[in-house]
């Protein structure tokens, strides 16, 4: 089947087998590119403020002589970012990339324990932060390798008098900043105006090079850094804008990123490819906001909007969506999560453009499947596998199964990552020696070449787009005294795709729901946190006494 690929005979007109990713050396190279072609053009805007591609090659280039020229970071040290959508994070990217350095995409949510585990495993030599975070930053700090701290206010960036007023409100009215202190912080502000007083040294990069550590859950409980190189990102910008370029026009592109940039979806779809098309990135720093976003929404002329089903489907239903001029509107892509057919149907309803569903993993850059986007309506399949990609379908063996055939999904191609950071055996564990990566998910491919997937291998619960994986959870509730016991499972939910829930075994009697939820709420960001609790005199095991996952949930009643 490897050797057939069905799927190329029914690919877009104008979307080629194979891309060339040997046309730029690195991410740095797609965004000289653009700056220099679309240098007047609008690149990134944010509550009212815009960023020119001539500002963004200004900024990042200062940004980064201030890394590598003051600072004096080297070529592969690690930096962390770790902020919501705001105009600083794209100027803090590229030019962290611009400096040679590998970038840590940091989710500003994540709890203390999350946050040493991450900078203390990628060994981040710096941290930008927004300062309504910066608390867990500082009660970290003197356990991780961190140097330098970075700190910048949410409205540092807006035009003056709005960034003042922006920043005051934040701190003293609706007092989102708690209280820290870090010694020897440095402002952002201040970064940019002390490395426009630094040389430039531009950083000849390679395919080899280490672009992002991006983290994502691991079967052994600690979230694990895919090796995202330069050589990756570059082919998945290729392959997906061969794609997507079929519709978009060069320079009058405006895509919503709701998405947050730290999440691999939105940073190469939006932050990327979207940047190489020399468009607008409209980027929303709220998105839980419904009622705001929709009013952003209703004042930009959009043509493209990524996100995650949950993310449609909050928009839809939220009064004053259906008002929204939907005219330039016309690729609408959905990923990170299944898309539900009946959030589909009613986009199309509402909208007039299809969503249209893809397929990827952090491991693949993202991009591996995608639908047409001619796609008259959703269809159920995470569609074709992109150009320069190969797909297949194998048994627990590693054998390929023919079409039609049920089996493990697994992805071949030029975005599959370099493996997992400091990890060799849990890299040996998905990723073969001939270059198949084993993504956990059962699926099946038709004689067109359209995938589909019907379950999950792994253990893995997929909570609106972000992976969770039951043994972090598990570890942590296990930590709380009151527990004899734990097994955390994924169960259907209409909103989220699937929520967590933990069945627990208690050790003291006293123990209640609201308890594990004030210990989980300490210890795992939002999305981590058990929406279902269910106490039981014990768990299912296997002869070995391993906890049963599949057995729970395959019995699962989903009250609570």
């Known amino acids: 089947m490897n050797t057939q690929r069905p799927w190329l005979a029914n690919y877009p007109s104008g979307v080629p087998a194979e891309i060339d990713h040997s046309e730029f050396s690195s991410v740095v190279a797609v965004l000289e590119s653009t700056c220099e072609r679309f240098r007047s053009r609008p690149a990134f805007a944010n509550m009212g403020r815009q960023l020119s591609y001539d500002d963004l090659d200004r900024l990042s280039r200062q940004f980064a002589a201030f890394l590598s020229g003051e600072l004096g970071l080297q070529r592969g040290d690690r930096i962390a970012l770790m902020m919501p959508n705001v105009l600083q994070y794209p100027i803090a990217i590229f030019g962290a990339l611009r400096a040679g350095l590998t970038v840590v995409n940091t989710n500003p949510m994540y709890t203390p ?8 495993d990628s060994g981040a030599a710096a941290i930008v932060v927004l300062d309504n975070f910066a608390a867990t930053v500082a009660e970290v700090l003197p356990e991780t390798p961190v140097k330098h701290v970075i700190t910048t206010g949410l409205g540092d ?148 909007i990524t996100g995650v089903n949950t993310l449609f489907n909050g928009l839809l239903n939220t009064p004053g969506f259906e008002k929204i001029d939907f005219s330039r509107l016309h690729l609408t892509l959905g990923g990170g999560m299944a898309v539900q057919r009946a959030v589909a149907e009613r ?21 591996a499947c995608m639908n047409p986007l001619t796609l008259p309506e959703y269809n159920g399949s995470i569609g074709l596998p992109i150009s320069s990609t190969e797909v297949s379908i194998q048994d627990d063996n590693g054998n390929l199964l023919p079409i039609g055939e049920t089996g493990e999904l697994c992805v071949r191609g030029p975005q599959v990552m370099k493996g997992y950071w400091k990890r060799p055996e849990e890299t040996a564990k998905i990723l073969t020696d001939n270059g198949w990566l084993h993504t956990g998910d059962i699926a099946r491919m038709d004689e067109n070449g359209y995938v589909y997937v019907v379950d999950r291998k792994k253990d893995m619960i997929l909570v609106s787009g972000f992976n969770v994986y039951p043994n972090e959870i598990e570890d942590v509730v296990a930590a709380h005294p009151g527990v004899l016991e734990v097994a955390a499972i994924g169960i259907p939910d209409d909103k989220s795709g699937e929520a967590v829930k933990i069945v627990v075994v208690r050790k003291d009697p006293a123990l209640t729901a609201d308890d594990l939820r004030q210990h989980c ?18 768990l299912p095991k296997s002869n070995v006494g391993k906890i049963l996952r599949r057995e729970l949930r395959d019995t699962q009643k989903t009250s609570a």
């Open 113 to 120: 324990r999350e946050l040493k585990h991450q900078l203390v």
């Open 157 to 304: 960036l807006l035009s003056f008098p709005k960034s003042l007023i922006m920043n005051l409100v934040v701190k003293y009215i609706k007092k989102l900043v708690p209280p820290y202190h870090i010694e020897r912080q440095i402002r952002f502000s201040d970064a940019l105006a002390r490395g426009a007083q630094q040389t430039f040294r531009r950083v000849e990069l390679s395919h080899d090079d280490i672009a992002f550590l991006q983290y994502t859950g691991g079967t052994t409980g600690v979230a694990k850094g895919a090796m995202l190189t330069h050589g990756n990102l570059v082919a998945n910008m290729q392959q997906a804008s061969s794609w997507i370029g079929v519709n978009a026009k060069l320079g009058e592109e405006v895509i919503i990123t709701a998405l947050p940039l730290y999440h691999i979806f939105a940073l190469t779809a939006n932050g990327l490819v979207f940047m190489k098309f020399g468009g607008l990135n409209y980027l929303i720093t709220n998105p839980r906001d419904m009622p705001g976003f929709v009013k952003e929404l209703s004042s930009v002329r959009f043509t493209a």
């Open 347 to 367: 986009w199309k309803k509402v909208t007039g453009v299809t969503l249209v569903e893809a397929y990827g993993l952090t491991e693949t850059s993202p991009a």
């Open 521 to 538: 709420k300490t210890n795992l960001t939002g999305y981590k946190q058990p929406r279902h609790i269910e106490f039981r005199d014990s």
